[in-house]
């Protein structure tokens, strides 16, 4: 009589389910990250993690692991693992790193932009003020991120949305950081509109310097917040 096993018997199964785990584990821990439930600093408890999820600590060492890769997490040997604390230089690095990728990208972009893409793009704008008038964070940084990520995907270059995406969660919590220094959440929402209004005259030099400036006022109120919020030497 032939099997009906989906699996070959010989592979682990539990395997396949601790990756999946571990997979989700990264995902949430993640979005942990972001929205700063997990503050820079704070100490990464396995067990806590393993009670609130409810599941075993495997996948969720797995996890950690990753995200230590990633850079987003630390170790430190005989305490534990702790979120990354962001200094200022790697504000500047990732921020002018920034710059130079997303005006890149935007060179690449609009020579090939559709109207239906600028429209798209204006869209995540839109969303992001909806947000704002609604006092939803999640949703704000979300369309924030999503917004950057469009332009990169429409340069249509591979190696750009790789170069954008290796630092996506980095970016992702500096945006979340970085919106809570503007005045108001309509402020840092509106702030993008200048980009929008850059791309839809079709002129790149002015597309170029738009996306710049407008990355340059996010690094600059996170810089004001930084030397605000930073220890004072007695």
């Not at 096993?5 to 010989?10: E, H, P, Q, R, S």
């Not at 921020?95 to 932009?113: G, H, I, K, N, T």
Request: proline share 3%; net charge negative; glycine share 2%.
């Amino acid at each position: 009589m032939a099997s009906n096993l989906l699996f070959n018997t010989d592979e682990p199964v539990g395997i396949i389910d601790n990756r999946m785990l571990s997979d989700q584990v990264s995902t949430f821990l993640v979005r942990e990250l972001i929205f700063g439930r997990l503050q820079p600093g704070q100490r990464v408890n396995e067990a806590e993690l393993a009670r609130q999820l409810g599941i075993s600590r495997n996948p969720i060492r797995e996890a950690i692991r990753r995200l230590e890769e990633r850079g987003l997490l630390v170790a430190v040997p005989r305490k534990g693992t702790f979120v990354r604390t962001f200094l200022r230089s790697d504000i500047d690095e990732i921020f002018s790193f920034r710059v130079v990728v997303e005006r890149f990208a935007v060179e690449q972009a609009l020579p090939q932009m559709t109207d239906a893409d600028v429209d798209r793009i204006a869209g995540f704008v839109d969303a992001m003020v909806a947000a704002a008038n609604a006092n939803d964070e999640i949703v704000l940084v979300e369309n924030d991120l999503a917004f950057h990520l469009e332009i990169c995907k429409l340069s249509k270059n591979r190696q750009t949305l790789h170069a954008f995406t290796n630092i996506q969660a980095e970016v992702q919590m500096l945006i979340t950081m970085a919106e809570r220094q503007f005045e108001s959440q309509m402020a840092a929402a509106v702030d993008h509109w200048p980009v929008v209004e850059a791309l839809a005259t079709r002129n790149c030099e002015k597309a170029m310097d738009a996306i710049r400036d407008h990355i340059r006022d996010s690094w600059r109120h996170l810089l004001e917040a930084y030397e605000r919020d930073k220890p004072r030497s007695s």
